[in-house]
């Protein structure tokens, strides 16, 4: 079992920037890849960023490269996703899920992540 706590959201002008948290307690850290995926109401669960189990594998999704940067603290069983240059079509709510899957590497669709935190509110006002 993963239990993950995100944190962070909140509002912010375009332009600006945020960080979000995810905390993750349960199974050992560094047994699992985290990812970062997003919803608004009426649209799909997109990928935005994952990190592998030991931190040197990343992906990022086409409309956040360039501008969010996803790290983790094995030692803090934390990872963070740095939000910058937001624009409102960033707004949604963030999740982030565990993926126990292949040790190596990173996977960027909802059905491979098993274990999901309750999401965190971003809005980006214009």
């Known amino acids: 079992q993963v239990q993950l706590v995100e944190s962070g959201g909140g509002l912010v002008q375009a332009g600006g920037s945020l960080s979000l948290s995810c905390a993750a307690s349960g199974r050992t850290f560094t047994s699992y890849a985290i990812g970062w995926f997003r919803q608004d109401p009426g649209k799909e669960r997109e990928f935005v960023a994952a990190?592998?189990?030991?931190?040197?594998?990343?992906a990022y999704g086409d409309s956040v490269k360039g501008r969010f940067t996803i790290s983790r603290d094995n030692a803090k069983n934390a990872v963070f996703l740095h939000l910058n240059s937001l624009k409102p079509e960033d707004t949604a709510v963030y999740y982030c899920?565990?993926?126990?899957?292949?040790?190596?590497?990173?996977?960027?669709?909802?059905?491979?992540?098993?274990?999901w935190g309750q999401g965190t509110r971003v809005i980006v006002s214009s």
């Open positions: 899920a565990a993926d126990l899957g292949p040790p190596i590497g990173v996977r960027v669709r909802p059905v491979d992540y098993t274990y």
């Open positions: 990190i592998s189990r030991s931190g040197r594998g990343t």
